[in-house]
């Protein structure tokens, strides 16, 4: 019997749904901080290398074998159990909402937790947004496969679930809510009781984050309210991100399709020359790899001079380009937060070179440029500001905020630029050969019970 001849489940209560959209939080945000420890523990592993064998050639190579060893397995792990694990996933989660794709929890989930370990603690150019938020909606999935959800209740309990994945990442629940809410504004059911779901599955995340010691990144930085005349220099600060923002989209489209072109009778080349590339860097220039998360508070506070945060941009957006079509599980939020950053105190310091400024105002523009290449490669402005603010608790600068990412969203529209994820789910599929929306069906069958691949 297939899922479509199975009757169809009563809607469930909605103090049942919040429950379980609680429930569905706290397995999130304890999954979360479980990933965020062994990912924190694993990447010191450059130390103890050089604690070993030094700084010398030896301990380099040594370092770049670790990583692409690392790399590779994570890719293998990927690519015969979970294919769909590699990358973000998000693209992967609005496809479900939408009815286009499935979440297969029974492989996701593990595939996503123990690859993305491997690949991240390598030094890879990725976040651990990406699989954190796959993994809540996992989460998600599994809860309502085992309640046989109908398919509304399912795609409420997936944006709780992803909501959940992104305050565990970052412990930000409002942008994680907020997130939801503009993000997959075309997929999200604007129904009292999923927006609620969203809301509490994000709390309780954040919540079992902290309780089971969970390690979200400290991003917070020192800033001060900005005179109104700077305003037109955030204005400029989102014109630059606008053009930044859609140069990073169609980079890494591009290098998705080269990648797979190229490397496709020997798929595992990527992991193997990414791995030992930024296993090398990793002890040469740490600066350059990872997902940036913990670099943020040393960039704007290390007094960096200006031709080195330029090396860095140019290293680190090379970085984010090459790591992304691996095949591996690994997010863009990060490596885009941190790139933003080094943008932002590069103008910071010319406005501070030509201007006079009050103190801290290159670390304004670094948070508001934060908020600005978000709104512009996933064009959600509103998010970009949110999300910048509880990052960093830059609060008294959202004005500047919504300057800088409004016009980095409008820049980029001009430029004929779209949502990053929008683009990737439509990559995904013309590869599985689908051109259109697959037949929904009645809305009230239960969801889950064929877990079978769809063509």
């Known amino acids: 019997m297939t899922a479509g001849d199975r009757p169809a489940r009563a809607p469930i209560s909605d103090g049942l749904f919040y429950i379980l959209a609680a429930l569905c939080g706290a ?7 479980a990933f965020h420890l062994v990912v924190d523990t694993l990447t010191v592993w450059p130390s103890w290398v050089v604690a070993r064998f030094g700084h010398g050639i030896g301990a380099v190579l040594l370092a770049a074998a670790i990583a692409s060893v690392a790399l590779v397995l994570a890719f293998v792990l990927t690519r015969r159990i979970a294919p769909e694990a590699a990358g973000s996933g998000v693209q992967e989660i609005e496809g479900a909402m939408e009815g286009l794709r499935k979440v297969r929890w029974r492989r996701v989930l593990p595939v996503k937790f123990v690859a993305g370990v491997l690949s991240l603690s390598t030094g890879l150019v990725a976040g651990r947004e990406g699989p954190t938020i796959h993994m809540g909606a996992s989460i998600a999935e599994a809860i309502a496969e085992r309640l046989k959800f109908q398919t509304t209740e399912l795609r409420g309990l997936l944006a709780a679930g992803a909501a959940a994945g992104l305050a565990a990442a970052f412990n930000a629940p409002l942008a994680a809510i907020l997130f939801i809410i503009e993000e997959t504004r075309k997929q999200f059911a604007y129904t009292f009781r999923a927006y609620t779901a969203v809301i509490i599955a994000s709390v309780s995340s954040a919540i079992a984050m902290e309780l089971v010691g969970g390690t979200a990144p400290q991003l917070k930085l020192d800033s001060a309210e900005m005179p109104l005349s700077l305003l037109p220099a955030f204005l400029g600060l989102g014109v630059l991100l606008g053009g930044v923002g859609w140069l990073f989209n169609r980079t890494i489209l591009f290098m998705l399709d080269w990648t797979a072109k190229t490397f496709g009778k020997a798929p595992f080349v990527p992991a193997m020359v990414v791995g030992a590339a930024v296993g090398a860097l990793a002890l040469i220039l740490p600066q350059a790899v990872g997902g940036g998360e913990l670099l943020i508070p040393g960039l704007v506070t290390g007094n960096l001079p200006l031709a080195t945060l330029a090396v860095l941009v140019v290293l680190r957006f090379i970085g984010a380009m090459v790591s992304y079509p691996v095949g591996v599980p690994g997010g863009i939020f990060s490596p885009m ?11 910071g310091l010319l406005v501070e070179a030509m201007l006079p400024v009050p103190p801290l105002t290159s670390a304004a523009f670094a948070i508001a440029a934060m908020g600005g290449l978000f ?11 949110v999300l910048a603010a509880e990052l960093t608790g830059g609060y008294a600068l959202i004005l500047p905020l919504i300057v800088t990412c409004m ?3 409008a820049v980029a529209q001009a430029l004929g630029g779209r949502p990053i994820y929008e683009l990737l789910l439509e990559r995904t599929l013309r590869l599985s050969g689908q051109t259109a929306p697959p037949s929904r069906g009645d809305v009230s069958a239960p969801i889950g019970a064929d877990d079978s691949p769809r063509s």
Do not use: D, E
Request: hydrophobic residues 60%.
């Open 407 to 409: 016009t980095s969203n």
């Open 337 to 347: 937060l941190t790139l933003a950053t080094a943008l932002g105190l590069i103008v």
């Open 27 to 33: 397995l999130t945000g304890v999954v979360g901080a």
């Open 375 to 385: 709104a512009a490669t996933i064009r959600a402005p509103l998010v970009g500001v």
